[in-house]
């Protein structure tokens, strides 16, 4: 049983990107990007014609 101090799964957020990439398909990986040591970021390109 969890009670109160229960800080959740370690894995969560892994899974949570795994899915997310598997549902952006190709372009999954080049959006969100893994940062050794701190986590995971959103890879937005910005348009450098403007």
């Known amino acids: 049983m969890r009670g ?4 959740g799964y ?14 952006l398909g ?3 990986a ?3 990007e893994t ?3 701190v986590g995971y970021r959103l890879a937005l390109r910005r348009d450098d014609a403007s």
Request: glycine content about 8%; proline content about 0%.
């Open 30 to 32: 080049e959006v969100l």
């Open 26 to 28: 190709a372009s999954g």
């Open 4 to 7: 109160y101090e229960y800080a």
């Open 10 to 23: 370690e894995r969560t957020i892994d899974s949570h990107i795994k899915n997310l990439r598997r549902k």
């Open 35 to 37: 940062v050794l040591g």
